[in-house]
């Protein structure tokens, strides 16, 4: 997830503008959605990128790193968490139940790497045990509220620091396992 300094993933009002990525961080979010196994979404931030990249390189004019991009994020299978109907398309299902019994089911299905995007989802699936990984990429911002990316927990959740990385513009990845 992309973080601001003082841990919003959106500013007041859903601003995203302060996590605008350097072409070597986009780069890098590309290559994470094309090894992805299945992305896990929830309907907010599923409805944002759903409203833009299954088009995005059909666009005049866009680059062809966008191009790449939407190709990938098309290519990857979604679960879209909600708790009510909405219709979704392309390679992208529903889930309107219980997202930590879901994710629970498709962890023991063992299909690959799995990526939960989403504060709330990501919430839910942290307070269940079931996120093995943590990646943050930290922008050099205070937004003063918004969405938090970390909510509050019933129990510690002890990190391995696994990888860090610079970007251009202070931007820095740190990447955890979660010690079990």
């Known amino acids: 997830m992309?973080?601001?300094?003082?841990?919003?993933?959106?500013?007041?009002?859903?601003?995203?503008?302060?996590?605008?990525?350097?072409?070597?961080?986009?780069q890098f979010w590309s290559d994470r959605v094309a090894a992805t196994g299945l992305a896990l979404y929830g309907r907010r931030l599923w409805e944002g990128m759903?409203?833009?990249w299954p088009t995005a390189d059909q666009q005049p004019?866009?680059?062809p790193a966008h191009a790449e991009y939407a190709r990938r994020w098309r290519a990857v299978p979604k679960v879209v968490f909600s708790s009510t109907e909405r219709p979704v398309d392309g390679n992208t299902r529903l889930v309107t139940g219980d997202a930590v019994a879901e994710i629970t089911r498709l962890?023991?299905?063992?299909?690959?790497d799995m990526d939960v995007a989403g504060a709330t989802l990501a919430a839910a699936a942290v307070r269940a045990g079931l996120v093995d990984e943590f990646v943050l990429v930290t922008h050099?911002?205070?937004?003063?509220?918004?969405?938090?990316?970390?909510?509050?927990?019933?129990d510690w959740v002890d990190l391995a620091l696994v990888e860090t990385?610079?970007?251009?513009?202070?931007v820095l990845l740190t990447r955890y396992e979660t010690r079990r």
């Open 140 to 154: 050099p911002v205070l937004v003063g509220g918004g969405t938090p990316f970390f909510t509050a927990l019933d």
């Open 50 to 52: 759903n409203a833009h």
């Open 107 to 112: 962890k023991a299905e063992d299909g690959g």
């Open 61 to 63: 004019g866009v680059s």
């Open 2 to 26: 992309n973080v601001s300094l003082d841990g919003y993933t959106a500013a007041p009002g859903d601003d995203l503008g302060w996590s605008a990525p350097s072409d070597e961080l986009f």
């Open 165 to 170: 990385r610079a970007f251009p513009d202070g």
